[in-house]
């Protein structure tokens, strides 16, 4: 089970509901957000001189001057005015790296599509060791749990209950 996609979903859906929030209801006191994404990404559509100007990467900020918000079930789009000119984004939220709303603090961090750490479909790392039954003598058992502890990173407790 990859639970950084899971996370990654979650995280996505939040942001798709915030915008929600604001496409109905507009930007209520000092909120503003802050939306970076990878403008390479697939789905991704902005102006010619935009990918230009951030071949790799580009932060919108959406707070006074936006129109036409609208989201789908996988992107959003807005208008931005970019040096006078207003310019019509199509944002996938697979393609967003990160989401903040400073007036609150709040912020998310998502994965890179296709980053090193993420685990490939059906490839959960190694199995963890069978619990171990808590018999013989408590060095025996620590030095189990160290070994344990060393190869993956995983520790059952039945290594340190008293019999």
Known sequence: MD???LIDEAMHNIVK?????????GLPGDHHF????LTEAPGVMIGEDLKKKYPDEMTIVVQHQYWDLEI????FSVVLSFDNVKQNLTIPFHSITSFADPSVRFGL???RSGSEEEVE???EGTKPPAPTSGKGSKSK???KAKETSNSNNV???DSFRKK
Do not use: C, M, N
């Open 3 to 5: 639970y950084g996609r």
């Open 155 to 157: 520790v059952t407790l």
């Open 34 to 37: 802050y939306i970076s994404f």
């Open 17 to 25: 509901k915030a915008l929600l929030l604001v496409a109905e209801h």
């Open 72 to 75: 789908e079930e996988d992107r």
């Open 121 to 123: 479909d059906g490839d």
């Open 109 to 111: 961090q998502f994965r």
């Open 141 to 143: 058992a620590k030095s």
